[in-house]
């Protein structure tokens, strides 16, 4: 319950499916509900993408939400921005899982093929940071590549490092990666030309390193060598988080999935 002014109370009931009621005992004063139902990360400034699978997650082309064991036809991005992630080809779609990650959290599980489509490329120029979160579960510890193109533009999860591709460059931080629930975070600084990577918001290392522009069109890779890997909240930010914000954020993560 929260307070606005004298005798004005608000009440959250929770992000899925519910609203904020307010009651209003002194008419002077009117609370807005900003939050519109979704839970939102404790950092939206920058947000260029933000998909959460238990928000709007659809079997189909956004009419149908998703259950167990359906296919995913489309997820809708939270960030605001509107930047669909979908597959119409069925033999790639990835499964709807919401048994994996624990907590009553879903995820969507990718398969050695599966992926999903962008509607609009996340784009950074040369002189454009960003820093990219990815919650993950692999059933086998492999090569997965969290977010790609279908050129050589990637971040790729692999057994014992986590590397960055821009146009076939690529820089990466080692990591014995293994089938534990965790999140990864990935810094590349424009202006201090570093890439950095953190786990569960402790830094794994940072290396001095120029990319050029980045161009990424594609969500939530698979691993052609097999297993699969179930991944849950995926933001991506116009900006070089510190690691104040990484440990804001990643708590927030942590809030939600008790990983650490």
Known sequence: MKLYGDNIQSIILGSKGFTKMSFL?????VAADAGGGVDMPPITTNLELYINPDEEVYSDAGTTLAVDGDNVRQANDQSGNSNTASQITASLQPVYKTSILGNGNASIQIGAADFLDLSSALSFSGTESFTFYIVYKK?????NSAIGSSGSDRIDLRA????????????????????????????????????????????LG?????????SFTRLFGGASTGGDIDYGIALMYKDAHSSTDIGTVSDWLNTKYSIY
Not at 25 to 29: K, S, V
Not at 188 to 203: F, G, I, L, M, P
Not at 208 to 214: D, L
């Open 25 to 29: 005992l002194n008419p002077f004063i």
């Open 139 to 143: 059933s086998v510890n492999t090569r």
């Open 160 to 203: 014992s490092y986590v590397q960055t591709f821009v146009s076939g460059d690529n820089s990466f931080i080692s990591h014995a990666d293994n089938t534990d629930l965790k999140i990864i975070t990935v810094v590349v600084d424009r202006s201090a030309s570093t890439y950095e990577v953190y786990k569960n918001k402790t830094s």
């Open 206 to 214: 940072s290396k001095s390193k120029t990319f050029s522009a980045a």
